[in-house]
């Protein structure tokens, strides 16, 4: 009888890629400007966490 062999998957690739968002420098405006973007979302989680309650 033929013992059955094994084929471990294929590691997956790991290496670092470039990425915009942490190459960016952190500045007060553009942390203002996230802030003001963010501000539906703020809004929404504000709404369903009343509802919650």
Known sequence: MD???Y???A???RTPRPNAIIDAPATP???AA???AGAPVR???????WRAA
């Open 29 to 31: 405006a553009a942390c």
């Open 11 to 13: 590691e997956p690739d």
């Open 3 to 5: 013992t059955p062999t």
């Open 43 to 49: 809004a929404t989680l504000d709404k369903q966490q």
């Open 34 to 36: 996230d802030y003001v």
């Open 7 to 9: 084929e471990p998957p």
